[in-house]
């Protein structure tokens, strides 16, 4: 046999093993991590869809944010975010005024899922990704690009490691349209 006939046969055989293994359903390169992803989407993906909202108020910040997740994986939202620092006067300590946190106040939109993915470690994690840019073209921070922990939704609360966590690592949003407070 001669080197053309070998290479022609090998070409022949690599063609026949290509169209062999061709098939509709895809192949996940992590089955579990699809499985868990589409367990996880069916338990939470009807409570989580709708408007959310999250507002704290402490010393020297406050904020507060309302976040709408549709049901075609698009994200909405708005955030007011203000601080306030401790200056002292003629020996006194004072507040100054409440003044805007830069390029993290106004209007957002995006998307967001639920997926179960393995972490450095290999141990398997609810999280809850948040992809979002500011609505004006201007500001040069992103709203979102965020893959926090997920914990849990039902009709009434949204519990994910978001931007303000409380001392427990989890920040829980509210069901609702709202408007902040200050």
């Given at each position: 046999?001669?080197?053309?006939?070998?290479?022609?046969?090998?070409?022949?055989?690599?063609?026949?093993?290509?169209?062999?293994?061709?098939?509709?359903?895809?192949?996940?390169?992590?089955?579990?991590?699809?499985?868990?992803?589409?367990?996880?989407?069916?338990?939470?993906?009807?409570?989580?869809?709708?408007?959310?909202?999250?507002?704290?108020?402490?010393?020297?910040?406050?904020?507060?944010?309302q976040l709408t997740f549709n049901t075609?994986?698009?994200?909405?939202?708005?955030?007011?975010?203000?601080?306030?620092?401790?200056?002292?006067?003629?020996?006194?300590?004072?507040?100054?005024?409440?003044?805007?946190?830069?390029?993290?106040?106004?209007?957002?939109?995006?998307?967001?899922?639920?997926?179960?993915?393995?972490?450095?470690?290999?141990?398997?994690?609810?999280?809850?990704?948040?992809?979002?840019?500011?609505?004006?073209?201007?500001?040069?921070?992103?709203?979102?690009?965020?893959?926090?922990?997920?914990?849990?939704?039902?009709?009434?609360?949204?519990?994910?490691?978001?931007?303000?966590?409380?001392?427990?690592?989890?920040?829980?949003?509210?069901?609702?349209?709202?408007?902040?407070?200050?």
């Amino acid at each position: 046999m001669n080197k053309k006939t070998i290479i022609t046969a090998l070409l022949a055989l690599v063609a026949l093993a290509f169209a062999s293994c061709g098939s509709d359903e895809p192949q996940w390169a992590d089955p579990e991590a699809h499985e868990k992803t589409e367990q996880l989407r069916e338990q939470y993906t009807p409570f989580i869809v709708g408007t959310w909202h999250y507002e704290k108020i402490i010393e020297k910040q406050r904020a507060f944010e309302q976040l709408t997740f549709n049901t075609d994986g698009t994200l909405g939202g708005r955030r007011k975010w203000q601080s306030r620092q401790v200056v002292t006067i003629n020996g006194q300590e004072q507040y100054t005024d409440w003044e805007d946190v830069p390029d993290e106040n106004g209007t957002f939109k995006g998307t967001w899922k639920l997926v179960w993915e393995r972490n450095m470690s290999g141990v398997g994690e609810n999280r809850l990704t948040l992809i979002a840019d500011w609505d004006n073209e201007n500001n040069p921070v992103i709203a979102y690009s965020h893959n926090p922990l997920f914990a849990y939704a039902d009709a009434t609360i949204l519990q994910f490691a978001g931007n303000w966590q409380n001392s427990d690592g989890w920040t829980i949003y509210e069901r609702g349209e709202a408007e902040p407070s200050f």
